[in-house]
Nanobody, 112 residues
Framework: QVQLVQSGGGLVQAGGSLLLSCAAS??????INWHRQAPGREREFVAS????????RYADSILDRFTISRNNAKNTVYLQMNGLKPDDTAIYYC???????WGQGSQVTVSS
C-alpha cells in the first residue's frame, strides 16, 4: 500500500510564499491531488497533477498563484504557493488520485 509523507508548511505573512512536498513510497507513479480544509469549512480541491506531470488542474481560487509540479525521480509532488492570502489558511493534504490514501496534513497559516 502506497504511503504519502508531507513536508513544508508553516506561518507566513500575506503576500509570502511556501512550498509543500508530498513524497510517495515505492516506485509506482500516481496522479496526486492537493486538498485543503480551513476551520469550520469542508475540505476542498486545490490542484492535481497526472502521473507523468503532463496534465495539471487548479481550483479557480488559487489559479495563477499556486503551481503543482513533480519530480518522478524522487516520486515527490510539490505545491508552490505564492501570493498567499489569509483565506489560504488551512490544513493542506495530498492524496493519491484514485485511491483513498492521504498524507498526514500540513498546516499553512497566513497572517494579515
Amino acid at each position: 500500500q502506497v504511503q504519502l509523507v508531507q513536508s513544508g508548511g508553516g506561518l507566513v505573512q500575506a503576500g509570502g510564499s511556501l512550498l509543500l512536498s508530498c513524497a510517495a513510497s515505492g516506485r509506482t507513479m500516481y496522479g496526486i491531488n492537493w486538498h485543503r480544509q480551513a476551520p469550520g469549512r469542508e475540505r476542498e480541491f486545490v490542484a492535481s497533477i497526472s502521473k507523468t506531470g503532463e496534465n495539471t488542474r487548479y481550483a479557480d481560487s488559487i489559479l495563477d498563484r499556486f503551481t503543482i509540479s513533480r519530480n518522478n525521480a524522487k516520486n515527490t509532488v510539490y505545491l508552490q504557493m505564492n501570493g498567499l492570502k489569509p483565506d489560504d489558511t488551512a490544513i493542506y493534504y495530498c492524496k493519491v488520485d484514485d485511491k483513498d490514501v492521504w498524507g498526514q496534513g500540513s498546516q499553512v497559516t497566513v497572517s494579515s
